[in-house]
C-alpha cells in the first residue's frame, strides 16, 4: 500500500480548525516562557492579519495567519493573569467557596476554592479570586461556603515548579483553613433538580455500595463512596467513571441519539433531534451540580453535537478544534487544566483512532459490532491519555487499558438506566431498573476489586519531553493511516472497447 502525502493535505483542508488551535497553542505555550508587551504582540498580530490577507491567495498568506494565531497566543496568558483582590498577608475575615471535592493527602486535604467576598475595615468586598486551598479539619466537603479569617499567602506550594504550574491554571494564591479559623459554614446547597435526581435514584431501594456508585455516576454525589472503593478504583485505573465528567455526558449524547436516530426520517427532524440532545446534555449537567469542569465538557459535547449533520470524522474533528480554539480565547488557563486535557485528548483520541477503527472491524452483527466499538473506543480514549495521566498524577495503570472498555460499557449501562430512573415516572419500570442497575454496577465494583493489586499501576512519571515525544508518535502514526488510506475506485471501460462491443 502506497503513502500518499496528498491524502493527508486533504485531510487537514478539511479541518483548517485543527491546524489554528496547534498555532494558538503553541503561542500561549510559548507567552508562558517568553513575555512580550501587549503592545507589540497586539502590533505584530495586526501586520500579519493584513499580511495574510493581502498574500491570501499565495502559500506565504497561511504562513501570516499562523504567525497571527501564535502571537494572539502569546498574548492571551497576560491579558488572563489572574490578579488578586485581597491583599497578600494580611488576615481578613473573607468569604470561600469549596469548588472541588476535597483530596485526601493524609493530615490535611487540597481543595480548589474561590474568594468571594472579603471585608476590610469593616467594608465588605466583592471578589473573585481563585484560590488553592489546604484544609486540616475533616468537616468541609464540596461546595460548602466558609467565613474564615485567614491570609492569603502568594505561595501555593513549597516548590517553584509546582506554584508556577497552578499560577497558569488560574490561581492567585493559597489559603490555610482549620477547625480554629473557620468562623461560620455554610452547607452545600443542592440544586432542586439534582435533589429531585438523588431521590428517584435512592428510591429504587438499590444494594450498597451498588447505590453509592450509581448515585456518583448519574447525579455526581460521591458521599457515599468508601475510601476502600475509591482505592480499588483509582488502582484499577477506572477512577475517572465516578466523577461525573465528559464521559458520563459523552454516553447521555450518545443513548439520546440512538433513541432519536429515527427523527431523521422526518422532514427537519435532525433539527429537532439535535436540539433535544443538547436539552439532555445541559440536564444533566445540571443534575451534577454543574461544577467547572462538567459545564466544560457540556460546551465541549454541545459544540461537537452540532457538527453530527455532516456525518464525517474530518468535521467532527473541525468541530473539537473550534470548541477547543474557543475556551482557550475565553481563558487560556484551560490549556493547564487537568480535566480540560483529558477531555480534550479523549475525544481526539476516540474520533481520530476509535472511530475509523470501529468502522473497520464491523462484522453486520449489531450486538457484535456495539460491544467491539466499546472495547475500541474504550482503549483508544486509555492510550490517548496514559501520557498526560502519567506526567501529572506518576504513575501508569496497565490494568486501565485492558479494564477501561470494560468500565465504559458498564458505565454506559449504569448512566443510560439511571438517567432513565430519573426521568421516568415511577410505576412497572422501577423493578427491572432495580435489577440491571444493581448487576451493573456490582459488575463494575467486583472488576475494580479484582484488579486491585499493586502489579496493576506502576509509579512512572513521564517529563514534559516524553510525554510530548508519546503525542508526537500518536499524531505521526495517525497521519501514516491517513496516508494510506484508500478511496474505492471504479474503473471504467476504455472507450474504443464500448464501441467495439
Known amino acids: ?8 493535505t486533504g485531510r487537514l483542508s478539511d479541518m483548517p480548525m485543527a491546524s489554528a488551535v496547534v498555532a494558538l497553542a503553541a503561542g500561549i505555550l510559548s507567552g508562558e516562557r517568553w513575555q512580550l508587551p501587549v503592545w507589540f504582540a497586539a502590533a505584530g498580530f495586526s501586520l ?21 494565531l501564535v502571537l ?25 467557596e469549596v469548588v472541588a471535592e476535597p483530596a485526601d493527602r493524609g493530615d490535611y486535604a487540597v481543595a480548589e476554592g474561590r474568594i468571594t467576598k472579603w471585608r476590610d475595615m469593616g467594608r465588605s468586598r466583592s471578589a473573585s479570586d481563585r484560590v488553592w486551598l489546604w484544609i486540616g479539619c475533616d468537616s468541609v466537603a464540596c461546595g460548602d461556603c466558609l467565613t474564615v479569617e485567614a491570609s492569603l499567602s502568594e505561595h501555593i506550594s513549597r516548590h517553584a515548579d509546582y506554584s508556577a504550574m497552578m499560577r497558569r491554571r488560574g490561581y492567585v494564591g493559597s489559603l490555610s483553613i482549620g477547625a480554629g479559623n473557620i ?33 456518583a455516576m448519574t447525579t455526581g454525589s460521591r458521599a457515599g463512596i468508601s475510601p476502600e472503593l475509591r482505592r480499588s478504583y483509582a488502582r ?13 455526558l459523552g454516553i447521555v449524547a450518545m443513548a439520546v441519539n440512538m433513541l432519536l436516530a429515527w427523527l431523521s426520517l422526518l422532514h427537519g427532524g435532525h433539527v429537532v433531534r439535535n436540539v433535544m440532545v443538547v436539552a439532555a446534555i445541559w440536564v444533566f449537567a445540571v443534575m451534577g451540580g454543574m461544577s467547572p469542569s462538567v459545564v466544560r465538557a457540556a460546551t465541549m459535547f454541545t459544540i461537537l453535537q452540532l457538527s453530527l449533520a455532516a456525518s464525517s470524522v474530518c468535521s467532527s ?32 483520541g476516540i474520533l481520530l483512532w476509535g472511530v475509523p477503527l470501529s468502522v473497520r472491524l464491523r462484522c453486520g452483527r449489531r450486538a457484535v459490532d456495539a460491544l467491539l466499538a466499546a472495547v475500541v473506543v474504550g482503549l483508544c480514549a486509555a492510550l490517548w491519555t496514559m501520557p498526560v495521566v502519567s506526567h501529572i498524577f506518576g504513575y501508569v495503570s496497565w490494568a486501565g487499558i485492558v479494564v477501561s ?69 500518536f499524531v505521526a502514526i495517525t497521519l501514516v493511516i491517513w496516508s494510506a488510506d484508500r478511496k474505492k475506485k471504479v474503473t471504467l471501460p476504455d472507450y474504443d472497447d464500448y464501441i467495439r462491443h
Open 183 to 215: 468562623l461560620h459554614m455554610d452547607r452545600a446547597a443542592v440544586s432542586s433538580l439534582q435533589a429531585a435526581a438523588v431521590a428517584r435514584i435512592r428510591a429504587l431501594g438499590l444494594r450498597e455500595p451498588e447505590r453509592a456508585v450509581v448515585e
Open 48 to 68: 500579519c492579519c493584513v499580511m495574510g490577507y493581502v498574500c491570501s491567495r499565495r502559500r506565504s498568506g497561511m504562513a501570516y495567519v499562523a504567525a497571527a
Open 72 to 96: 494572539a497566543g502569546m498574548m492571551l496568558p497576560e491579558l488572563h493573569r489572574p490578579l488578586a483582590t485581597v491583599p497578600y498577608g494580611r488576615s481578613v475575615v473573607m468569604r470561600v
Open 1 to 8: 500500500m502506497l503513502l500518499r502525502l496528498s491524502n493527508i
Open 236 to 248: 484499577s485505573g477506572i477512577a475517572h467513571v465516578l466523577a461525573l465528567s465528559g464521559l458520563h
Open 317 to 348: 474533528i473541525n468541530a473539537l478544534a473550534a470548541t477547543v480554539f474557543l475556551m482557550l480565547i475565553f481563558d487560556s488557563s484551560y490549556l493547564f487544566d487537568t480535566g480540560f486535557q483529558l477531555s480534550a485528548l479523549a475525544v481526539a
Open 405 to 473: 472498555p470494560m468500565a465504559i460499557l458498564t458505565a454506559t449501562v449504569i448512566v443510560a438506566l439511571g438517567a432513565v430512573a430519573i426521568l421516568l415516572p415511577e410505576g412497572w419500570l422501577a423493578a427491572p431498573l432495580r435489577t440491571l442497575l444493581d448487576h451493573a454496577a456490582g459488575l463494575q465494583n467486583a472488576v475494580a476489586e479484582c484488579f486491585d493489586r499493586e502489579w496493576c499501576a506502576a509509579d512512572w512519571r513521564m517529563d514534559m519531553g516524553e510525554a510530548i515525544a508519546a503525542y508526537v508518535l
